[in-house]
């Protein structure tokens, strides 16, 4: 059984730091897509970041290019998001999902349309 689990959330001051982390089980992470993705209230969900099967390609929201960083450890299945400088308007429930990469080992979409399995996300509260 495919899953995806999210952890990380919290509450921080703008300007500091968080890392979520992606654990997946059922499958390898060698060919699976990885994003993150975030759903603030009222707002669709977004895009933020995506990793390639390969790990050799990622894709950045611009509104958080230079501030998030996404990464992988295949040794744990795990997928991490680094952000930081974090703004009030950062404030969302992140999402993990993942889909089979089909062998295209650059292919990274960052549209939650092109996602099939769904954590059940992690609350990122900015605010001071």
């Known amino acids: 059984q495919l899953q995806v689990v999210e952890s990380g959330g919290g509450l921080v001051q703008p300007g500091g730091s968080l890392r979520l982390s992606c654990v997946v089980s059922?499958?390898?992470?060698?060919?699976?897509?990885i994003g993150w993705f975030r759903q603030a209230p009222g707002k669709e969900r977004e895009g933020v970041s995506s990793?390639?099967?390969?790990?050799?390609?990622?894709n950045y929201a611009d509104s958080v290019k230079g501030r998030f960083t996404i990464s992988r450890d295949t040794a744990k299945n795990t997928v991490y998001l680094q952000m930081n400088s974090l703004k009030p308007e950062d404030t969302a429930v992140y999402y993990c999902?993942?889909?089979?990469?089909?062998?295209?080992?650059?292919?990274?979409?960052?549209?939650?349309?092109?996602?099939?399995?769904w954590g059940q996300g992690t609350q990122v509260t900015v605010s001071s």
């Open positions: 999902a993942a889909v089979f990469a089909h062998y295209h080992d650059d292919y990274a979409p960052i549209s939650p349309n092109e996602y099939e399995y």
């Open positions: 990793i390639s099967s390969n790990g050799a390609s990622t």
């Open positions: 059922g499958f390898t992470l060698d060919y699976y897509v």
